[in-house]
Nanobody
């Protein structure tokens, strides 16, 4: 069993920064990929960023490239999402997810466990 707990969301103004954290516990030693997704009201959950648990390979959605950075601290079993130059369109609930299977994933079907999410609201 694994648990994912997101934190760090909040209400900010356009141009501000936030750092989200995803604390993991349980069977994380077998994790392959960690991902961040977001879901805005009335929209599907969409891929934001992902990284391998051990190798540091990363990938980003085009909408966040150059503004968001995903990183992980294996000693703390925590994955981060540094979000800079936030825009109102970044407003969403942000979820972290874990993938155990081999290979990469950018869809919700590619991930095995999810956190409860943290709200990010960016005002203009």
């Amino acid at each position: 069993q694994v648990q994912l707990v997101e934190s760090g969301g909040g209400l900010v103004q356009a141009g501000d920064s936030l750092r989200l954290s995803c604390a993991t516990s349980g069977r994380t030693f077998a994790a392959n990929v960690m991902g961040w997704f977001r879901q805005a009201p009335g929209k599907d959950r969409e891929f934001v960023a992902a990284c391998t648990w051990s190798g540091g390979t990363t990938d980003y959605a085009d909408s966040v490239k150059g503004r968001f950075t995903i990183s992980r601290d294996n000693a703390k079993n925590t994955v981060y999402l540094q979000m800079n130059s936030l825009k109102p369109e970044d407003t969403a609930v942000y979820y972290c997810a874990i993938r155990y299977r081999a290979g990469w994933g950018v869809t919700t079907y590619d991930y095995d466990y999810w956190g409860q999410g943290t709200q990010v609201t960016v005002s203009s």
